[in-house]
């Protein structure tokens, strides 16, 4: 079938990108689903820092690329093995498949399945093979999904059924930044009532570590970023303090759980810092590879203290996204409050530069 989409011609554009046009909307082929794969009529996709990754060249992935994978919609179509999705269920799409047979995916979400990754890392569905195609040439896949297209082709272990109540919008938020950010604190911080907790970095990860923990009735949360409007909203939103880096270093302040959700070394320090006695610090922001940090070692074994990586919020897609959804449902954890803004596939271009400048938290583009 015919589908219109954004496709990455070439990584490293020079910035604005509403002017350099790295991403270009175009009309592609995409193949029906194999066996255990699905057709998915796209309502929401979220704009992430993972897709800016790839634009900017931090992340490289085979071009070109249709990108996008934090998106939610409608199926229309399923494979004759698929047994779990129907048509017409609306699904959130998880941007790292799991088999459910390697070691990894024996870990309950602390290690990311092998398999997923490596499909990932070649732009194919989790078994092999690419499902879109444009004049004749291959075009690859983001992390399985490529949401930034109006319909979608993905493993049904990409997928998470939620129910119709939850907004398309609210759905595909809740496929990544609510699964990273929320997953950060809930799965591997777990703080308990008389913790504090802290979040540096106030993107739309960070965001969602924030409202999570706020729904946790922890005894104090405090947010860090270094733009005053993110601070402001972070105290709308129930902060007990928001504060800039600067601030954290000059008072000397501390956290049971500290939750760095930037992707840079700065924040990396900050939040590294920031780590109280006995507390843990979970890093869950992708930095350059390149980057590099400078912290003391003395204070790990000194203060007994814990740094954990986290990836996707050490989630099990299918377990968390339905718990996230009935969080949203029962009024718990404001999703909608992530959303900055709502817009159409052709302004993804500008949404990118919006993104890199710090300026949203969730950009979502609307298909219906």
Do not use: W
């Not at 995916?105 to 569905?125: I, K, M, Q, W």
Request: one cysteine or more.
């Amino acid at each position: 079938m015919r589908i219109r989409g954004a496709v990455l011609e070439q990584m490293g554009l020079p910035r604005p990108y509403a002017e350099s046009r790295p991403l270009a909307i175009c009309e592609l082929e995409l193949d029906p689903p194999g066996p255990t794969e699905i057709l998915v009529r796209i309502e929401a996709a979220g704009v992430c820092h993972s897709d800016l990754s790839v634009v900017d060249g931090n992340r490289p992935r085979p071009l070109p690329m249709l990108l996008g994978h934090e998106s939610a919609g409608r199926v229309v179509e399923v494979g004759a093995e698929v047994e779990e999705i129907a048509v017409g269920d609306r699904v959130v799409m998880s941007f790292l498949p799991r088999c459910g047979s390697c070691r990894e995916c024996a870990t309950d979400g602390r290690l990311p399945c092998s398999a997923g990754s490596a499909a990932n890392t070649e732009g194919t569905l989790l078994h092999g093979g690419r499902r879109l195609h444009r004049d004749g040439q291959l075009v690859h896949h983001h992390l399985g999904v490529s949401g930034f297209a109006d319909h979608v082709v993905v493993d049904a272990a990409s997928a998470v059924v939620v129910p119709d109540a939850v907004p398309p919008d609210i759905a595909a938020v809740l496929g990544c930044a609510v699964l990273t950010g929320g997953g950060a604190v809930l799965n591997v911080a777990r703080p308990g009532p008389e913790d504090s907790i802290m979040v540096v970095g106030l993107g739309g990860v960070g965001m969602a570590a924030l409202i999570t923990a706020i729904s946790q009735d922890v005894r104090e949360v405090i947010a860090v970023d270094a733009l005053p409007a993110k601070l402001a909203r972070a105290r709308e939103l129930g902060a007990d303090r928001a504060l800039t880096p600067q601030e954290v270093a000059a008072q000397g302040v501390t956290a049971d759980r500290v939750i760095e959700a930037a992707g840079h070394p700065r924040a990396f320090e900050t939040a590294f810092g920031a780590i109280g006695f006995g507390g843990t610090m979970v890093t869950v922001g992708l930095p350059a590879s390149d980057a590099t940090v400078t912290i003391p070692p003395l204070p790990i074994t000194a203060k007994a203290q814990s740094v954990i990586g986290c990836y996707l919020g050490s989630a099990v897609p299918r377990r968390d996204i339905p718990a996230y959804a009935q969080l949203y449902l029962e009024g718990k954890l404001p999703v909608d409050e992530l959303i900055s803004r709502r817009i159409r596939l052709e302004d993804v271009c500008s949404a990118m530069d919006q993104l890199a400048d710090g300026e949203a938290i969730r950009q979502v583009i609307m298909f219906d």
